[in-house]
């Protein structure tokens, strides 16, 4: 059969009148209605110029025209590369300026930016609403277009991630990656045509786009796509669904809900969440609150989903569930690769269809993250108790990740290095309630200019994304080092565990 993504997620067999989407004000489209838009803005992509293996970047709202825009993008072979909304204009000037795209969408608003950073490679507009120059090609083109042929191989994706030498690095995800973890979900998360997903997660992300899209549609089954995180609203919608993913910002934001009840959750058979560590607390208030455990699960923006917490049978609160089916996963020595015994703490290595092709152009950063027999090894540091559920039990590289987002700490660092006044800093996650962990930013003025928790967020507010900008800023004297002068920041986590209260 056929390892065209495309035809997996839009399948020509499925009935074309079943529903695909439902929007938040009650817009409807079917199988049929969502590949003939396909068709229209892969044509449309054709008449920009874009060929088959070519980048496509794309910084816009969450809509359904763009997600039509990323089916479009496999229909005809190229390469989607969607980039958080956030990011900044230099930001998004590394990015196209890395994966060197044969066409940039981005928001009208942004038009003059991305314009004058873009060079001479072509702009097109999408707006949150779905409108904007890229829409308006698409309407005047045929909906008919043979979709192009691809391997197994082929590239369908890259997504980047956060390098902590500064250097983001694109992770390159082909075909069988994207359709294999689909596969492996839909079987282990028992989805069917008739389930319906509450679908507010953001779609430059790989929970969004590859778990929550790509399971719907492989599945035939139908989303509510709203455009943001509401929690009243989504209580609201609760009746009407069959599944809901999210990240733990949205079972503590919903537990703070009057109306959160067994009743509300009635239809509902599966509440996912990821992206982000879910306390133990939150795990038994909503199962009291609902009378549902929540099934988490952990996976990477290089391999897609890794491990899932069961279907059937004890889902356990502090653990990630089990390598999925098709993935090797080992416990290792983090220094020789030597795989270790169960219940010893070491790095995280996998192995599987899912586990992606590379990073793009950055072959020897590639080649230092594999094992010479094919393993990948995530940064993470984990666990596998007796029972096999694997434990997730720090990150190397002091990886944080707040709402869902992965935040690097050199990042932060280096703009705050940079500002008048500073003598050093250093970044650290601390748990918070909402955010799961919080980005704290602990410095060392110089006593050249004034330094305060005030001055260091007025100046990151448009250096950096929102997310990675520090929740708190606290000024210290020094920073505690070992006997290498190497900055504890074990130490400044546990001094500052109690900032958020």
């Not at 979709?147 to 390098?163: E, F, K």
């Not at 790509?214 to 089954?221: E, I, T």
């Not at 950063?365 to 090894?377: C, N």
């Not at 660092?413 to 919080?438: K, Q, R």
Request: with cysteine; net charge negative; aromatic share 6%.
């Amino acid at each position: 059969m056929s390892h065209t993504l495309f035809d997996h997620l839009l399948n020509p067999a499925t009935d074309p009148a079943r529903l695909a989407i439902e929007t938040a004000d009650g817009g409807r489209l079917s199988y049929g209605d969502l590949r003939a838009a396909t068709g229209r803005m892969a044509n449309a992509l054709v008449a920009a110029g874009v060929r088959p293996g070519d980048r496509v970047a794309v910084q816009v709202e969450k809509s359904v025209e763009a997600l039509v825009l990323y089916l479009a993008c496999l229909r005809a072979g190229m390469v989607y590369l969607p980039l958080n909304t956030a990011y900044t204009p230099a930001e998004l000037s590394y990015f196209v300026g890395d994966a060197e795209p044969a066409l940039v969408v981005c928001d009208p608003a942004r038009l003059d930016a991305t314009v004058a950073l873009a060079g001479a490679v072509a702009v097109r507009t999408l707006d949150a609403r779905g409108q904007g120059s890229l829409t308006e090609a698409a309407a005047g083109q045929p909906e008919e277009f043979a979709t192009v042929a691809r391997g197994p191989d082929d590239l369908a994706a890259i997504l980047y991630t956060s390098g902590t030498t500064g250097r983001s690095k694109g992770a390159m995800l082909t075909q069988e990656n994207l359709l294999s973890n689909a596969r492996v979900l839909q079987s282990e998360w028992r989805f069917g045509p008739d389930d319906v997903l509450l679908h507010a997660l953001p779609i430059f992300h790989t929970h969004g786009l590859f778990v929550a899209c790509n399971l719907v549609l492989l599945s035939g089954a139908s989303m509510v796509l709203l455009p943001r995180f509401d929690p009243a609203d989504l209580l609201a919608r609760l009746p009407a669904a069959t599944v809901m993913m999210g990240v733990p910002t949205f079972y503590t934001r919903l537990l703070g809900q009057e109306g959160l009840t067994p009743e509300a959750c009635r239809s509902i058979r599966l509440f996912v969440s990821g992206s982000a560590p879910l306390l133990a607390e939150t795990h038994r208030a909503w199962e009291e609150r609902t009378g549902h455990r929540i099934l988490e699960r952990y996976g990477m923006t290089e391999t897609g989903m890794l491990t899932s917490n069961p279907y059937d049978g004890d889902r356990v609160a502090g653990t990630v569930g089990f390598p999925l089916p098709g993935v090797d996963l080992r416990i290792a020595d983090p220094a020789t690769g030597a795989p270790l015994t169960d219940d010893a703490i070491g790095a995280i290595e996998v192995r599987g269809p899912n586990v992606f092709k590379g990073y793009w152009r950055m072959p020897e950063k590639t080649a230092a993250e594999f094992r010479p027999d094919g393993f990948f090894i995530t940064g993470d540091l984990g666990r596998v108790d007796g029972r096999g559920y694997v434990h997730i039990v720090g990150r190397g590289k002091d990886l944080i990740i707040s709402g869902g987002f992965n935040v690097y700490p050199k990042e932060v660092e280096g703009e705050i290095d940079e500002l008048p006044g500073v003598l050093e800093s250093a970044v650290i996650g601390i748990p918070h309630p909402d955010f799961g962990e919080a980005v704290v930013a602990v410095v060392v003025a110089d006593g050249t200019a004034p330094v305060t928790e005030a001055t260091v967020a007025a100046a990151l507010k448009d250096r950096l994304a929102r997310y990675k900008q520090p929740k708190r800023v606290v000024v210290v004297d020094e920073l505690p080092r070992n006997s290498m002068g190497k900055v504890q920041k074990a130490q400044l986590r546990d001094a500052h565990a109690g900032v958020f209260g």
